[in-house]
């Protein structure tokens, strides 16, 4: 049996639990999505998933909604999709995260969704 889903939303990881989950991931050939939402990820936690992601080839979808991610933390994510391909459902609603930010961030999941369909 392999895990491709991970749902562990409402769990308050906080930065230390993603710390955890960032470690898993750099190694992950399975997991395709990972529901974050509801666990006061801050900008350091998200920090720590994006360094994994520079190297993740698997995971497709990363919901990190409503948690405490602030311009840090989302500058952190957007120098990662510059080079991850992978990634093509990211959501951050319900952040502290400016909306000119927000919506370079969509520009690049919309190009790996993009390059998906190719």
């Given at each position: 049996?392999?895990l491709t889903?991970?749902?562990?939303?409402s769990?308050?990881?906080e930065d230390?639990?993603?710390?955890y989950?960032?470690d898993?991931?750099?190694n992950?050939?399975?997991?395709?999505t990972?529901?974050?939402?509801y666990n006061q990820i801050?900008?350091?936690?998200?920090?720590?998933?994006?360094?994994?992601l520079r190297?993740n080839t698997?995971?497709?979808?990363?919901?990190l909604?409503?948690?405490?991610?602030?311009?840090?933390?989302a500058e952190?994510l957007?120098?990662v999709?510059?080079n991850?391909?992978?990634?093509?459902?990211?959501?951050l609603?319900?952040n502290q995260?400016?909306?000119k930010?927000?919506d370079?961030?969509?520009?690049?999941?919309?190009?790996?969704?993009?390059?998906m369909k190719s």
């Amino acid at each position: 049996m392999t895990l491709t889903t991970l749902h562990i939303s409402s769990n308050q990881i906080e930065d230390v639990g993603a710390q955890y989950l960032a470690d898993a991931l750099r190694n992950n050939t399975t997991l395709i999505t990972l529901h974050l939402g509801y666990n006061q990820i801050g900008d350091l936690g998200s920090q720590y998933l994006a360094d994994a992601l520079r190297n993740n080839t698997t995971l497709t979808t990363l919901d990190l909604r409503n948690n405490k991610i602030g311009a840090l933390g989302a500058e952190c994510l957007f120098d990662v999709l510059r080079n991850n391909m992978t990634l093509t459902t990211l959501d951050l609603l319900n952040n502290q995260i400016g909306s000119k930010l927000r919506d370079r961030m969509m520009e690049l999941i919309k190009r790996n969704k993009q390059r998906m369909k190719s």
